[in-house]
């Protein structure tokens, strides 16, 4: 079964720590956001799709990614890959 | 700010900076300027060895803490693992520990009279103050700031040496 901390455990009392985690989440999130953008890729999602889905512009997405996409020789779909999440 | 830089302390920037991007890192921080240190046969390179960490052991230790920092705030170590760091596109910036341990590395030559400021300054200077996630690094690998600055200054003589 998966490690699920409680609320207790889960919130640092110690700024430092706590600061320390703040860095370390956004650099996750980073991370995550690598990897999701090259799996739509992959899936066929075009920019503007993985845009709209991380809510922000065409662009931002192109010059934070393209160059790595394109070094892993992927190329965009034309889109028609975007579907709500199921909650 | 460069122009006091001697080859090797811009290489040592340079690298520093490809070793963020490689890392996707937003900004270039005091660890990657230790991880540039540690290659290239200078006196701050041999004091790192001296120390008894190499390259490896560095980047390892920076994934580490990162694990270790998440795992604060309950996300296991697997997801970490499974998400691992991609490079990124754009050239990230200098952070403010960076850019405070490269204005320090100029005090440190300063201070002992040298015209040149080389990588053993870079060294100083990043060690200086650390920053909390440089400490922490730091003292993963088991190593006294401090101790590895003594380090620096005995290689540094031993080169003038000969």
Redesign the interface.
């Known amino acids: 079964m998966?490690?699920?901390?409680t609320e207790e455990?889960?919130?640092?009392r110690d700024p430092?720590?706590g600061?320390?985690?703040v860095?370390?989440?956004?650099?996750?999130a980073?991370?995550?956001e690598?990897?999701q953008v090259?799996r739509a890729v992959r899936e066929g999602w075009s920019y503007s799709e993985i845009a709209a889905a991380l809510g922000v512009s065409r662009q931002a997405v192109h010059?934070?990614?393209?160059?790595?996409l394109r070094a892993l020789g992927l190329k965009t779909g034309r889109g028609g890959n975007v579907r709500a999440v199921q909650p | 700010m460069f122009e006091r830089f001697s080859r090797e302390a811009k290489q040592v920037v340079l690298i520093a900076l490809g070793a963020a991007q490689r890392l996707?890192?937003?900004q270039v921080e005091p660890e990657h300027l230790l991880l540039a240190l540690a290659d290239g046969g200078t006196p701050a390179a041999r004091a790192i060895a001296e120390a008894g960490i190499d390259r490896e052991a560095i980047t390892a230790t920076i994934e580490a803490d990162?694990v270790a920092?998440?795992e604060?705030?309950?996300?296991?170590a697997s997801?970490?693992e499974a998400?691992?760091?991609?490079?990124?596109?754009?050239r990230p910036d200098f952070g403010v520990h960076a850019k405070r341990a490269l204005e320090q590395a100029m005090r440190e030559a300063v201070r002992r009279g040298h015209r040149r400021l080389g990588p053993e300054h870079v060294l100083l200077g990043t060690l200086h103050a650390p920053s909390?996630?440089l400490a922490?690094v730091l003292a993963r690998l088991d190593i006294e700031p401090a101790r590895l600055a003594a380090l620096v200054d005995v290689e540094v003589a031993a080169a003038a040496r000969g």
């Open positions: 998966a490690f699920v901390p455990e889960a919130i640092p430092a720590e600061f320390a985690a860095l370390a989440l956004r650099q996750l980073d991370r995550l690598a990897s090259e010059k934070k990614h393209a160059k790595r | 996707g890192a937003e990162l920092m998440l604060v705030v309950g996300v296991p997801i970490v998400t691992p760091a991609a490079p990124r596109a754009d909390p996630t922490r």
